[in-house]
């Protein structure tokens, strides 16, 4: 995995699916391995705009189960399933920490 910039070096990845929603954040990669879904699927998630470097943001949960994600990656918007929303791992923006 690439190193963190930025000071958030203090900053633990975690999945995007775990992100609050609002808080303002950074991909840090993508999950690694698996099988060949999780592989396409991966390959989908870098295709669209997550990848390493660009800043995420929970924006929106389905109600009431809270799936799908709407998620703002750079300028754009998906939804995502939570599975497939815990496959990109975000460290939180330093700014974003304190919210």
């Known amino acids: 995995m690439n190193q963190p910039r930025d000071g958030a070096a203090s900053s633990q990845a975690i999945g995007l699916d775990a992100l609050p929603r609002g808080v303002p954040a950074t991909v840090a990669g ?44 750079g300028q754009a918007t998906f939804a995502l399933r939570r599975h497939e929303a815990a496959l990109v791992q975000v460290r939180v923006d330093a700014a974003g920490a304190g919210a």
């Open 30 to 73: 993508l999950a690694e391995g698996g099988h060949d879904s999780v592989r396409a699927m991966v390959l989908r998630l870098m295709e669209i705009g997550f990848l390493p470097g660009e800043p995420v943001r929970v924006i929106a949960s389905g109600f009431p189960s809270a799936d799908p994600l709407a998620v703002r990656v």
